[in-house]
């Protein structure tokens, strides 16, 4: 069965910490990506990538910087972390195009900066 | 830019009882249009989707037809259950782009 592996379910850490989030998937995909989910607000999309050691803006990058240094691995860093990025980070893979349609998710890491 | 508008709830529905969820969409050209679902404590998985206009997606008892000259692509279920107790996420993704874009998500929450 294809799987999405996030590296934690919880995660608390204090205001200016450097916060690393991990995702391995194991089906082989070129694409993966970062959304974060708020109440109100959906999902939206920090960054994603398309290959190894490419990445890409996606509508909320601020704050955020990515790393994909293998191609099943892709990790989300916090450089300093602030309140305002408590949230539920959900980290997702398609295959490339012209197949790259459907996302599978990994079950999401709720953060909590304090 | 492309955008996805849907309620965001919560609908309280009786169990039996039929589910309408709106979706509307902007976007510029074609594109493939999606229903993703997510239970408690759960990432998003594919609910079903359309790629092309008049097509109608199915899945478990939900079906939903891509409606280009209303720009829509509504959820709709006969018969709903408990085990459908979810937040529903309508999305759609620009064709030759590897981005997809979600709607706010909307919560179902169904009682015995």
């Known amino acids: 069965d294809v799987k999405v592996t996030q590296s934690s379910r919880y995660l608390v850490k204090r205001t200016g910490e450097k916060v690393f989030l991990e995702c391995v998937q194991d089906?082989?995909?070129?694409?993966m990506f970062w959304y974060r989910q708020d109440p109100g607000l959906g999902l939206r999309l920090i960054y994603f990538?398309?290959?190894?050691?490419?990445?890409e803006k996606g509508d909320i990058p601020e704050g955020y910087s990515v790393s994909r240094e293998k191609k099943e691995r892709f990790s989300l860093i916090l450089e300093s972390a602030s309140t305002n990025q408590t949230s539920m980070y959900l980290c997702?893979?398609?295959?490339?195009?012209?197949?790259?349609?459907?996302?599978?998710f990994g079950s999401g890491t709720q953060l909590s900066v304090l | 830019g492309d955008s996805v508008t849907q309620m965001e709830g919560p609908v309280t529905l009786s169990e039996e009882a039929f589910l309408t969820i709106n979706c509307t969409y902007t976007?510029?050209?074609?594109?493939?249009l999606f229903w993703y679902v997510q239970y408690p404590g759960e990432g998003l998985q594919l609910l079903l989707k359309?790629?092309?206009?008049?097509d109608k997606g199915s899945n478990k008892g939900f079906e939903a037809t891509y409606r280009k000259e209303t720009t829509s692509f509504h959820l709709e279920k006969g018969s709903v259950q408990v085990s459908d107790s979810a937040v529903y996420f309508c999305?759609?993704?620009?064709?030759?782009?590897?981005?997809?874009?979600f709607g706010i998500g909307t919560k179902l929450q169904v009682i015995p």
């Open positions: 999305a759609l993704n620009g064709r030759g782009y590897q981005k997809v874009t």
């Open positions: 997702a893979s398609s295959e490339g195009p012209p197949t790259n349609e459907k996302l599978f």
């Open positions: 990538s398309y290959d190894v050691k490419m990445k």
């Open positions: 976007a510029t050209g074609y594109p493939s």
């Open positions: 089906m082989d995909h070129e694409n």
């Open positions: 359309a790629t092309k206009a008049d």
